[in-house]
């Protein structure tokens, strides 16, 4: 198993553009999470997905945002009209679910331009 | 309004030291967790708590849940350069509906050599 893996790396885009982020998660875990982290910030929950069900999305920050998990295995996370606030590192991880610890993905840096 | 205080925000200290991190909140949580975070990279799971008044060892660290699993700290003896980096806690809320953990913003640390 090789862990949680977020593609791209990194994401320049300019302002106004569609951007799609990729999410494969450790294939046993059946919750998958997104969160977004800026500079000097703690990660902000966004969303969730307990297979392929999206069980909380009211913390998404507009709605420029959205999740799916078509199969409850990977997951896309695609923010429309892009702004320069939303230049970040988003986040995505992995569980079993209740008090077992998350196993994050080394992230897509996003640059919006 | 942050749900998890950590403290302090910045810490540097030279290599041998002993240091504690905390992490404060007015609510309850069903577990918490501590992550370590490089730069450019995702958090990695250190140690989950469920029991108030729980310590764990992780060699040199040790985290303890407060009795009213409303705090917790990080304390880290004879401090190493390979130590260095962004140490952040994380809660579920009792009840608290999302499944999604709330991170604090996290302690950076930097141990010289």
């Known amino acids: 198993d090789t862990g949680v893996s977020q593609n791209p790396r990194h994401k320049i885009t300019k302002r106004g553009q569609n951007v799609t982020f990729r999410c494969d998660p450790i294939?046993?875990?059946?919750?998958l999470y997104w969160y977004r982290q800026t500079l000097g910030q703690g990660p902000e929950f966004l969303t969730y997905?307990?297979?392929?069900?999206?069980?909380?999305k009211s913390r998404l920050l507009s709605d420029r945002f959205s999740a799916e998990r078509p199969k409850g295995s990977f997951s896309t996370l695609e923010i429309q009209r892009t702004e320069q606030g939303d230049s970040a590192m988003y986040l995505c991880?992995?569980?079993?679910?209740?008090?077992?610890?998350?196993?994050f993905g080394s992230g897509t840096r996003l640059t919006v331009v | 309004t942050q749900l998890l205080e950590q403290s302090p925000q910045f810490l540097s200290i030279q290599e041998g030291e002993n240091l504690t991190v905390y992490c404060n909140s007015s609510?309850?949580?069903?577990?918490l967790q501590w992550y370590r975070q490089e730069p450019g990279e995702g958090p990695v799971l250190l140690v989950t708590?469920?029991?108030?008044?729980e310590v764990k060892k992780l060699k040199r660290l040790t985290f303890q849940f407060g009795d009213a699993r409303k705090d917790s700290s990080l304390h880290i003896t004879a401090a190493q350069p390979g130590d260095t980096g962004l140490y952040l806690c994380?809660?579920?809320?009792?009840?608290?509906?999302?499944?999604?953990?709330?991170f604090g913003k996290g302690t950076h640390l930097i141990i010289q050599p």
């Open positions: 994380a809660g579920l809320i009792t009840g608290g509906g999302a499944d999604g953990l709330t």
């Open positions: 609510s309850v949580f069903s577990s």
């Open positions: 708590v469920v029991t108030g008044g």
């Open positions: 294939s046993e875990h059946n919750r």
């Open positions: 991880a992995s569980s079993l679910g209740g008090a077992v610890g998350y196993t």
């Open positions: 997905f307990q297979n392929e069900a999206q069980l909380e």
